[in-house]
């Protein structure tokens, strides 16, 4: 079974690998939020640190750590409590672009019957389909975490000659709630796709997954409420458990009836 599955994974990569506009949209999104905005951060902290904004963002910090240089401690703040929130974004949006096809993908392109005859139980499937977008949304995850960490770090020490050190907030983050605000979202949309007619209404219904990611983001960046290592453990932990439990509802009540009457 296990082979089975593997191979239905791989066949789920294939079909984005294969698809120039599936795949250049996964690659398009962390360009943008985790080397575009970031150097347009590091430029601005560093050659018009005068900016409102950026005095705004400074007067976020705490007394006790606006320790350095201001450039320093504005690019921390970014670094450590803004830029983490875009890797909560990037799983969610890659993931959704394979979960939202991947039963109404296999409808459109009749391959749906030959699917279900596989050797594989319903459950098994909505595993194996669940995982595909897991793993594509965590290794664009990492591979985007160490492109920005790349980046960031070269322009700091050129400019600033100084580099930017990672905080504990990054590992909880990388390894916790990303992972399960993944999981959350692709057993939503893989399910959702289940009882949709189209790609496009399954992905309709994907977009609204980000809405409470822009707002926490808002209110990063507004200070409303700026996300310390104990609310994001504590969220973490949350997540995980609700993923779980998620998972596990959703494979239970998964159906070959939910799944051929749309």
């Not at 907030?169 to 189209?198: D, E, F, H």
Request: proline share 4%; net charge positive.
């Amino acid at each position: 079974m296990k082979i089975a599955m593997t191979a239905l994974i791989k066949k789920d990569f294939r079909g984005v690998t294969d698809n120039k506009h599936l795949f250049s949209a996964i690659l398009i999104l962390p360009l943008i939020l985790t080397i575009i905005l970031p150097s347009i951060f590091v430029a601005v902290v560093c050659f018009a640190p005068d900016d409102p904004d950026m005095q705004v963002l400074y007067q976020l910090l705490p007394q006790e750590s606006r320790g350095g240089s201001f450039q320093m401690t504005v690019i921390g703040l970014i670094f450590n409590y803004i830029l983490p929130l875009f890797f909560l974004m990037i799983p969610i949006m890659t993931a959704s672009i394979m979960a939202a096809s991947s039963f109404v993908g296999e409808k459109e392109k009749h391959t749906l019957e030959t699917l279900i005859y596989c050797p594989l139980s319903l459950q098994q499937i909505f595993r194996a389909k669940v995982l595909a977008s897991f793993m594509l949304s965590m290794f664009v995850s990492l591979i985007s975490f160490v492109a920005m960490l790349t980046v960031i770090q070269l322009e700091v020490f050129f400019l600033l000659d100084s580099l930017m050190l990672p905080g504990i907030n990054w590992l909880i983050i990388l390894l916790l709630v990303s992972p399960s605000i993944s999981l959350i979202a692709v057993t939503l949309i893989v399910r959702g796709s289940a009882k949709a007619r189209s790609v496009e209404e399954s992905q309709q219904g994907a977009v609204f997954l980000i809405l409470p990611l822009i707002l926490l983001a808002v209110g990063q960046f507004s200070g409303i409420m700026l996300l310390g290592t104990g609310l994001l453990l504590i969220l973490g932990l949350i997540c995980a458990l609700l993923a779980g439990l998620l998972l596990k509802k959703s494979m239970g009540r998964f159906t070959y009836e939910m799944l051929l009457r749309s």
